[in-house]
């Protein structure tokens, strides 16, 4: 855990320079988890989730966001938008960003539809 959360104050210290405004880290609860939500330049609320890989050894980090992990991201995000009476009409984002053994950064937005 404690590694996990080196890698996502990387990952929020990245997305604060990128001009986000981090909401939550770590948003925990039944439905799941988040491990930052964050509001976007482009005023769109964000659910990002981190995953760091020492090596490709196991695959890639966003190999490791498999379809059952989108679903929670998806479920978690709608309890902070009721808890926080955010309308269903805003612009939400699911981005995934992958951390390497060699502290190489990469962010993609967008990165998953829920269906």
Do not use: W
């Not at 939550?24 to 491990?35: C, H, S």
């Not at 890639?60 to 938008?81: D, E, N, R």
């Amino acid at each position: 855990r404690l590694l996990g959360s080196k890698y996502e104050e990387k990952a929020a210290f990245y997305l604060m320079s990128k001009g986000y405004k981090i909401l939550e880290k770590n948003y925990l609860r039944k439905t799941g988890e988040i491990d930052i939500i964050a509001l976007s330049s482009e005023d769109y609320l964000v659910a990002v989730e981190v995953k760091y890989r020492s090596s490709d050894r196991f695959g890639s980090p966003f190999g490791a966001v498999t379809y059952a992990k989108q679903k929670k991201i998806y479920l978690t995000l709608l309890f902070y938008m009721n808890e926080h009476n955010i309308s269903l009409e805003t612009g939400c984002r699911f981005d995934v960003i992958g951390i390497y053994g060699d502290e190489r950064l990469v962010h993609i937005t967008n990165a998953f539809e829920v269906r």
